[in-house]
Nanobody
Framework: QVQLAESGGGLVQAGGSLRLSCAAS????????MGWFRQAPGKEREFVAA????????YYADSVKGRFTISRDNAKNTVYLQMLSLKPEDTAVYYCAATHLSIYSNQLYYNNWGQGTQVTVSS
C-alpha cells in the first residue's frame, strides 16, 4: 500500500496554469503506475493522465492532450500534473492514484487514492 497526498490546487482564470503534485509514502513508489483522475460536480470521476513506473510512457485523455503533462520524480516519490491553458470545464476535484498494474485509464484497477485537490477555473 502507498499513501498519497495531492497539493497545488486552487482558483485560476481561464488560460492560466497550475501544477499539481502528489506525494507518496513508502519505499516502493517507483514500482507503481501513477494516474490522475478528476471529478466535476454532478459528474462521474474520469481519467486525466497516467504514467508508467519508469516514466517512459504517458497517457492522456483526449480532452487534456496537448495542455496537460504528467511527470514523476521517483527520487522524491512525487508525481506531477502540469496544467496549461486551463478551461472552465477543467474545474473539478483532482485525484492521484496508484496501481501495480500496467493499466492506465481504467480507474477500477487503481487501489490507492489520495483525498483530492480542488481546481477551479473561472471564465
Amino acid at each position: 500500500q502507498v499513501q498519497l497526498a495531492e497539493s497545488g490546487g486552487g482558483l485560476v482564470q481561464a488560460g492560466g496554469s497550475l501544477r499539481l503534485s502528489c506525494a507518496a509514502s513508502g519505499r516502493t513508489f517507483s514500482s507503481y503506475t501513477m494516474g490522475w483522475f478528476r471529478q466535476a460536480p454532478g459528474k462521474e470521476r474520469e481519467f486525466v493522465a497516467a504514467i508508467s513506473w519508469s516514466g517512459g510512457s504517458t497517457y492522456y485523455a483526449d480532452s487534456v492532450k496537448g495542455r496537460f503533462t504528467i511527470s514523476r520524480d521517483n527520487a522524491k516519490n512525487t508525481v506531477y500534473l502540469q496544467m496549461l491553458s486551463l478551461k472552465p470545464e477543467d474545474t473539478a476535484v483532482y485525484y492521484c492514484a496508484a496501481t501495480h498494474l500496467s493499466i492506465y485509464s481504467n480507474q477500477l484497477y487503481y487501489n490507492n487514492w489520495g483525498q483530492g485537490t480542488q481546481v477551479t477555473v473561472s471564465s
